[in-house]
Nanobody, 113 residues
Framework: VQLQASGGGLVQAGGSLRLSCVAS????????MAWYRQAPGKQREWVASVSITGHTDYADSVKDRATVSRDNAKNTIYLQMNNLKPEDTAVYYC????????WGQGTQVTVSS
């Protein structure tokens, strides 16, 4: 299993980023997928998820600022983040629900104030 996240970077508060994560070694279209993040000194937390039917859910901290989507043809999950805040600074990972697969390296998002 490989979960390769990309698209992170350094952005000013109020800016936007689109994260991507390509999955290999899993039956992607048969799995609910999710984004997680881990800030320095904090536990990893769930951010958003998209089911195999396209139903989406969001953590309260990102609701109305984030959009999660998937492209089964590309085995890819996306996270569009708008109006970024310094507290969004973290390493972002994708995985199945409850982190059922091996974790990839993630992509660093840093939001400056």
């Amino acid at each position: 299993v490989q979960l390769q996240a990309s698209g992170g970077g350094l952005v000013q508060a109020g800016g936007s980023l689109r994260l991507s994560c390509v999955a290999s070694g899993i039956f992607f279209s048969l799995n609910d997928m999710a984004w997680y993040r881990q800030a320095p000194g904090k536990q990893r937390e769930w951010v958003a998820s998209v089911s195999i039917t396209g139903h989406t859910d969001y953590a309260d901290s990102v609701k109305d600022r984030a959009t999660v989507s998937r492209d089964n043809a590309k085995n890819t999950i996306y996270l569009q983040m708008n109006n970024l805040k310094p507290e969004d600074t973290a390493v972002y990972y994708c995985n199945g629900l409850c982190g059922k697969f091996s974790w990839g390296q993630g992509t660093q998002v840093t939001v400056s104030s």
